[in-house]
């Protein structure tokens, strides 16, 4: 009885991740996923929304605070209203690397299905001749809010 309990909690674990999915995009993956309308979340401090400007329609979302310190929870009460945990979304921060970590939370902890990490963030993104805007209008837009 107990072997069949363990297998079926076993399975039932795999089935739970299985569906979680983290996928690692370039910038061309990227831009057809903007087509598509999938949204983005900025993980970045202000200061870097700032100074490199923001890929248009990203939610300004602190995941990391100037000390590397992070509340998960409130965070992700933020990202609820943005996409919920059967849709896709983008993360993305300034080379990829704290996004690593943030998708792997977003999939393995908080039960998101798609989850799209820019692999090499937005300098990647600006190098390669993305397009990027002003963070002033958006930073005000959920300061106002209290979603950044």
């Known amino acids: 009885m107990m072997r069949r309990f363990l297998i079926a909690s076993s399975i039932a674990c795999f089935c739970l991740f299985a569906r979680a999915e983290v996928v690692d995009i370039d910038n061309r993956e990227l831009a057809r ?3 598509e309308g999938v949204p983005v ?9 700032e100074q490199t400007g923001i890929v248009a ?3 300004l979302l602190t995941f990391f605070d100037e ?3 992070a509340n998960p929870g409130a965070w992700l009460e933020k990202v609820k209203p943005i996409a919920s ?5 983008i ?8 996004t690593k970590a943030v998708s792997q939370f977003l ?10 990490n820019v692999r090499a963030g937005i300098m990647g993104w600006l190098r390669a001749g993305g397009p990027a805007i002003q963070a002033n209008q ?9 979603t950044c």
């Not at 945990?85 to 979304?89: E, F, R, T, V």
């Not at 999939?107 to 799209?116: E, I, P, R």
């Open 107 to 116: 999939s393995q902890q908080a039960g998101y299905t798609k989850v799209y």
């Open 33 to 35: 996923l903007l087509q």
């Open 91 to 98: 993360v993305i921060c300034r080379t990829g690397n704290r």
């Open 57 to 59: 329609g990203s939610h």
């Open 85 to 89: 945990p059967n849709q896709p979304l």
């Open 138 to 146: 958006s930073i005000a837009a959920c300061r106002a809010a209290k």
């Open 41 to 49: 979340i900025d993980i970045r401090l202000q200061a870097e929304w």
């Open 67 to 69: 000390r590397g310190r």
